[in-house]
């Protein structure tokens, strides 16, 4: 069974620029969540998708934004890229039980803003 | 709210000795689970171990296996025999209910490096 996929897997922007950020979960999970990743704050949650819908989202500005397909897979965009949002980002998925499930993460896309 | 403490930033530990990587959580939710997570320097995280808040035993995985305190709330990761490729960085992270919805909160992580 396949894993979780992200694509691409590096990148270089420059500041002001956008970024679009793909992740494939695994067959048969709905949910898709986003995380960022930087040295200085370690994991943080962004926002994670269930059925096309955002279901919940952490504390990042408006320049964060994502969508989820009908097929699950996932997108995040990063518009007017700043300095600061050279990142690690983590995507991942998990079943749709009520609780209990545990998340899969992909290899990561790795970021860098010049 | 809920919340992750792993007090080691750093450890060390010799080739094919044991470690333990310490854990402490904040919940007042009665149900909630537990993870480990390994993450090496090309950055994918991998699932470790999963430990939920009403199993009775500890969790064990292969050479992996999870120290469950309930009443302590620590749920710290032994790694036994460590071998090179164990060096890595390990996160911490627990699932609980918010909004009706699973929601997982994750530590800091401890960077764990092996001694040949």
């Known amino acids: 069974k396949a894993g979780v996929t992200q694509t691409p897997r590096y990148l270089i922007k420059t500041r002001g620029q956008q970024v679009t950020l793909s992740c494939s979960p695994i067959?048969?999970?709905?949910?898709v969540s986003w995380y960022q990743q930087t040295p200085g704050q370690g994991l943080q949650f962004l926002f994670e998708?269930?059925?096309?819908?955002?279901?919940n989202k952490g504390n990042f500005p408006g320049r964060f934004s994502g969508r989820q397909f009908s097929n699950s897979r996932s997108e995040m965009n990063v518009s007017t890229l700043e300095l600061g949002d050279s990142a690690l980002y983590l995507c991942a998925s998990s079943s749709d039980r009520a609780s209990g499930n545990t998340i899969y993460f992909g290899e990561g896309s790795w970021l860098t803003v010049v | 709210a809920q919340k992750i403490t792993q007090t080691q930033p750093g450890m060390f530990v010799q080739e094919k000795e044991a470690v333990t990587l310490d854990c402490t959580y904040d919940t007042s939710d009665q149900s909630y689970g537990l993870f480990w997570y390994k993450q090496p320097s090309s950055g994918e995280m991998i699932f470790l171990i999963y430990?939920?808040?009403?199993?009775?035993q500890n969790a064990t995985e292969g050479r992996y296996s999870l120290n469950f305190q309930k009443a302590r709330k620590s749920a710290n990761l032994v790694i036994s025999a460590s071998q090179l490729g164990d060096s890595a960085m390990y996160f911490c992270a627990m699932w609980t209910i918010s909004g009706g919805y699973q929601k997982v909160t994750f530590g800091i992580g401890t960077k764990l490096q092996v001694i040949p």
């Open positions: 067959s048969g999970h709905r949910s």
């Open positions: 998708y269930f059925s096309e819908t955002q279901r």
């Open positions: 430990q939920g808040s009403y199993d009775e």
